[in-house]
């Protein structure tokens, strides 16, 4: 009886900290909006509207490591500064949408940025500047962007929080097959070792510990999204973190609750039975 008081003391808590976090309530995001980011370091300045990524649309197809480690995405919005001319060279979403290039068998990529169009290009251009400029009606596409999501999770193992979506048995049942190579993006990698899962011991007494999974991990990730970056890596237990610091985005925070599966989820991480 004591120790489920503590935890539940615990978990209040921390719901404490993720609402003060902004300093305002968070207002619950929507499955067909987790993961999305409003790309604007220079859109709104050059007058085009901001451009609104889905991860969820890319993420049913290729792994984080292509994006992140191969392309070079920064796991910041808005820290890589992506150009339209970079875009235009065939470089970060240029790599993929040049109109040439198809995946899984699907059709050919509408081409990215372009400073020569005409009214019918305009149409591409809004495919990926989608973002409402401040004041701005609601898009009349984003309906059909939310049907088409409901669509494919309709599809998908359930769960609850984040997209609504069990990425990790999507993928594990091959209802959904990731690239993880781009010819000539790509470095050719030797198989990757295999690390083996550990325990994670949380330090208050009373909260189950946490199994963390390499295994689980690397098929996303590889191995270059979290070490040295997010994690040094070097032996287990050597670097300390908690969960402040998981709300404040560092570590496990880097991907939960952003794009992987969110933290309010404590019972995914907190258990003996993540195997
Ligand atoms: C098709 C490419 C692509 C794939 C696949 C992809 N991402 Fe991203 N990701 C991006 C881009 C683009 C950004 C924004 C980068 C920028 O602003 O410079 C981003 C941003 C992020 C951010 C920062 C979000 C924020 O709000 O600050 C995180 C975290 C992230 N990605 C994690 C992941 C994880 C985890 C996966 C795999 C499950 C993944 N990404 C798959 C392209 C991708
Ligand atoms: C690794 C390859 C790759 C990269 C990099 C990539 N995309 Fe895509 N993108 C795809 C594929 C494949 C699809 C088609 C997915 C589908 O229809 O199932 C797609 C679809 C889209 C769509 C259409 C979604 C819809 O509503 O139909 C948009 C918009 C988009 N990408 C924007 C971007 C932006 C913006 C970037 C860069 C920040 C980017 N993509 C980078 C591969 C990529
Ligand atoms: C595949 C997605 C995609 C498509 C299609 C696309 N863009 Fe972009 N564009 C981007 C991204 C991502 C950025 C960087 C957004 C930011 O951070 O402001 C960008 C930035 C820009 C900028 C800002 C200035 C700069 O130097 O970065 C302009 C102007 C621009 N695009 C014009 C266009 C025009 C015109 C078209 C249609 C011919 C177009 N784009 C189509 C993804 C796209
Ligand atoms: C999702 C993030 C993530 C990915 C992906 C990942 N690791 Fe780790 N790795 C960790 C964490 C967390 C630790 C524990 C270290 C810590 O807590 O600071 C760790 C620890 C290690 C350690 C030390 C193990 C020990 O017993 O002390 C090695 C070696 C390692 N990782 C290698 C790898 C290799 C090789 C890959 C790719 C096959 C990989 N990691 C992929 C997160 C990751
Ligand atoms: C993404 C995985 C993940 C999720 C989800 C998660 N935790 Fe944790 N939690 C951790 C890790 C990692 C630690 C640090 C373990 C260590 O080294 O002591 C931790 C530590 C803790 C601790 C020990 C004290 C501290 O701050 O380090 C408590 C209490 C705790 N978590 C409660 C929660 C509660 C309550 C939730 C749900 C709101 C939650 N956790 C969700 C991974 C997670
Ligand atoms: C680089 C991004 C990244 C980091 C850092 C990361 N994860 Fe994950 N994790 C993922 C992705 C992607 C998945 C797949 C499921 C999803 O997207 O919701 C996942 C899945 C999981 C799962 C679910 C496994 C299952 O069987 O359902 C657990 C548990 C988990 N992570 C715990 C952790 C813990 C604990 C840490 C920190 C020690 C951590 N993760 C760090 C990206 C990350």
Known sequence: MKRIFVVIVIVLGFAGIAFSAGGVKKKKVL???????????????????PVLFEHWVHRKAFTCRVCHVDIGFSMKANEGGIRA???MKGYYCGTCHNGKSSFNGGEKLFASCSDKFNKEDMKRCLRCHSQEKPGQERDAKREQREKAFRTFADTMPKERGGNGINWEQAEESKTITLVDYIEGISTKRPPMANQKDFTIGAKVEGVPEIIFSHKKHTVWNGCELCHPDIFVGVKKGVEKYSMIDLFGDKYCGACHGKVAFPQSDCRRCHTKQVQ
Not at 31 to 49: P, Y
């Open 85 to 87: 001319i970079d875009n």
């Open 31 to 49: 499955e067909q909006d987790f993961g999305n980011v409003i790309l604007d370091t220079n859109s709104l300045k050059a007058g085009v509207n």
